[in-house]
């Protein structure tokens, strides 16, 4: 059974930095692709940024480019999020998921995600001015 539990959410001012933590269980980081979404009330889930096995080619949403890094530990099996420069626009709940198949980047950014076969529970970033 998999499980990816999030972490590292927290409330911060604008230009702060965070680090997600995503710990997986029953699935091996390095595999296929994993990333992290995002989510407001209200709004579809987003795509924020993706890691591909292989050579570990990372994606991001233009959003974040030059601010988030994505990366992974397949030793302790984790995925993380480095997150600086945060703005208000950034607030919400974060989520890390998994694929046991290479997905286009289309389907990560441009479809929330869609073929993804894991999903965290999402841990809360809330960032104010």
């Known amino acids: 059974q998999v499980q990816l539990v999030e972490s590292g959410g927290a409330s911060v001012q604008a230009g702060g930095s965070l680090r997600l933590s995503c710990v997986a269980s029953?699935?091996?980081?390095?595999?296929?692709?994993m990333g992290w979404f995002r989510q407001v009330p209200g709004k579809e889930r987003e795509g924020v940024a993706a890691?591909?096995?292989?050579?570990?080619?990372?994606y991001y949403a233009d959003s974040v480019k030059g601010r988030f890094t994505i990366s992974q530990d397949k030793v302790a099996n984790t995925l993380y999020l480095e997150m600086h420069n945060l703005k208000p626009d950034d607030s919400a709940m974060y989520y890390c998921?998994?694929?046991?198949?290479?997905?286009?980047?289309?389907?990560?950014?441009?479809?929330?995600?869609?073929?993804?076969?894991?999903w965290g529970k999402g841990t809360l970033v809330t960032v104010s001015t």
């Open positions: 998921a998994a694929a046991r198949r290479f997905l286009p980047t289309t389907w990560i950014f441009n479809n929330g995600g869609h073929g993804m076969d894991f």
């Open positions: 029953g699935y091996t980081v390095g595999s296929y692709c």
């Open positions: 890691i591909y096995a292989g050579d570990d080619t990372t």
